[in-house]
């Protein structure tokens, strides 16, 4: 299995709902990823982790809260958005934070919409 | 992270060659990477550059490293159709635990 897997495709949510993001990958990668692409723009790195602890968090707002329950799951849980949260949200996975080639794959995204 | 540049947007004919430009920020970036985005969809790995290399080769795509001007290239021979999407150049960034810092995305439209 060399896929990272992401659901669901599509969310739609409203500013006072709780949602989550899942990602999955059975790889056996120990780093994981969250990006946010906005249309048009490249994507902007949110959250690291490696071995299931959070390694870094690039000044998200608390809305935004991952979690990594084992070495294949990443979580992304979603509370109180406002609608400039609307984005693409990809997951990535690699095989361990290094020096060298960190070769990170992609899954295909969350598309969330905040109403 | 700081910004890497890119041009946002390149036009080439089927059958000709595609060259995406890139400059990058981090001089301390021991690898540098060129990843595809097709509409609606995640980002596919293409090719990566070790910064100590100037050149790599894989079938279609010619990597160009000019590591004292931070500047990267992708040249894509024979550019088909089917090789329209936005390419992003990418360096790994240190203090963000080598995670990847996107340049901007350049689209490539390929026409008939």
């Known amino acids: 299995d060399t896929e990272v897997t992401q659901t669901p495709k599509h969310l739609v949510m409203g500013m006072t709902n709780k949602k989550s993001l899942k990602c999955e990958q059975h790889m056996g990668h120990r780093a994981m990823y969250w990006y946010k692409q906005k249309a048009k723009k490249p994507p902007e790195l949110m959250f690291v982790?490696?071995?299931?602890?959070?390694?870094i968090n690039e000044s998200v707002p608390s809305r935004f809260s991952p979690e990594c329950p084992n070495s294949s799951l990443l979580n992304l849980h979603l509370h109180a958005l406002q609608p400039e949260d609307s984005a693409l949200y990809l997951c990535?996975?690699?095989?361990?934070?290094?020096?060298?080639?960190?070769?990170?794959?992609f899954g295909a995204g969350s598309r969330l919409t905040v109403l | 992270g700081e910004d890497v540049e890119q041009s946002l947007f390149l036009s080439v004919r089927e059958g000709d060659s595609s060259v995406i430009n890139c400059t990058y920020t981090?001089?301390?970036?021991?690898?540098l990477y060129w990843y595809k985005q097709e509409p609606g969809a995640g980002l596919q790995l293409l090719t990566y550059i070790f910064s100590n290399m100037d050149m790599k080769q894989d079938q279609r795509l010619t990597v160009l490293l000019n590591k004292k001007d931070k500047h990267l290239s992708l040249r894509i021979a024979d550019t088909q159709t089917g090789d329209s999407a936005i390419y992003f150049c990418?360096?790994?960034?240190?203090?963000?635990?080598?995670?990847?810092?996107f340049g901007k995305g350049t689209s490539l439209l390929v026409t008939p």
């Open positions: 982790y490696s071995y299931e602890k959070l390694s």
């Open positions: 990535a996975s690699s095989q361990d934070l290094r020096s060298g080639a960190n070769v990170l794959t």
């Open positions: 981090d001089s301390s970036s021991t690898y």
């Open positions: 990418a360096e790994s960034i240190v203090y963000s635990g080598y995670a990847l810092n």
